[in-house]
């Protein structure tokens, strides 16, 4: 199985369009020293996307956004389209953070329709899942994750889903210091890859507290494909580090 890696950067809601632009400039100086099979990709809030593009342009920085709506256009008051993040590159969009399920009314019935919208507008949706505290402890955690990714996806193609990205984020490691042990994660992240059909190519990233002291240990996990980055993607040297523990084991 050669599954492509990829990290990701979910700025969330941090970052002036200023901030970002000084990011980017001590970013990409980084580059040369990054493992070239490693797919990079900065998700920064939408007001700075703009700056991001410019900044980026002509090196292998690929831009992701947060979220959208599923329509194209209308009277979403504060909403924001597919076609508006193509236009400035935009490839990737997370979808089904467990902050905008938590707060934003986001629901399996929402990322479903934004997973199709997406796919219909050649962006890359990562669909992200993940169990509470009170799940896992309930012992539902399996089930739960299964029923997340089936959701997202129904109606998709099997032959569509090598191009998707899904994120396992236990919504206990978020931003806690607590990250899932990699085994155990990468034991979950085997179960939702065999849960659809057409996912045996489907990069599957770990997000939970990863930090550049435990990134090697996940790399090692043959289900894990990469991570989806927090906290610890918001400094550019810790971000470049970070990277270059997150290429393949030899
Ligand atoms: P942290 O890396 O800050 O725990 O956040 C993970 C996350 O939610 C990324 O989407």
Not at 79 to 82: K, L, V, Y
Not at 177 to 188: D, K, Q, S, T
């Given at each position: 199985m050669n599954v492509r890696r990829l990290v990701v950067a979910n700025w969330k809601m941090n970052k002036t369009a200023a901030e970002t632009a000084?990011?980017?400039?001590?970013f990409v100086v980084q580059l040369p020293s990054l493992p070239r099979d490693v797919e990079i990709v900065l998700a920064p809030?939408?007001?700075?996307?703009?700056?991001?593009?410019?900044?980026r342009e002509g090196s292998r920085v690929r831009l992701g956004a947060q979220t959208m709506h599923w329509e194209l256009h209308g009277a979403f008051t504060g909403?924001?389209?597919?076609p508006m993040l193509r236009e400035f590159g935009v490839s990737h969009v997370i979808l089904g953070h467990s902050e905008r399920r938590a707060h934003c009314n986001e629901t399996d019935r929402t990322v479903n329709l934004k997973v199709h919208t997406a796919l219909e507008q050649s962006l890359i949706p990562i669909v992200a899942v993940g169990?509470?505290?009170e799940q896992r402890r309930?012992?539902?955690?399996?089930?739960?994750?299964?029923?997340?990714?089936?959701?997202a996806f129904d109606g998709v193609d099997a032959g569509a889903l090598a191009g998707v990205v899904i994120a396992y984020e236990p919504i206990w490691a978020i931003g806690t210091?607590?990250?899932?042990?990699?085994?155990?994660?990468?034991?979950?992240m085997a179960t939702i890859r065999s849960s659809l059909q057409g996912l045996r190519e489907t990069p599957i990233l770990y997000g939970g507290?990863?930090?550049?002291?435990?990134?090697?240990?996940?790399?090692?996990q043959p289900d894990i494909n990469g991570g989806l980055i927090g906290g610890a993607s918001l400094d550019p040297d810790g971000f470049a580090q970070l990277i270059r523990s997150a290429a393949s084991p030899p």
């Open positions: 000084d990011y980017i400039d001590a809030p939408f007001t700075s996307i703009c700056r991001a593009a410019a900044k909403e924001i389209s597919a169990e509470t505290l309930a012992g539902v955690t399996d089930d739960h994750v299964v029923a997340q990714t089936r959701a210091g607590e990250n899932c042990e990699p085994a155990e994660a990468n034991r979950v507290s990863m930090n550049t002291g435990n990134v090697a240990s996940y790399a090692t």
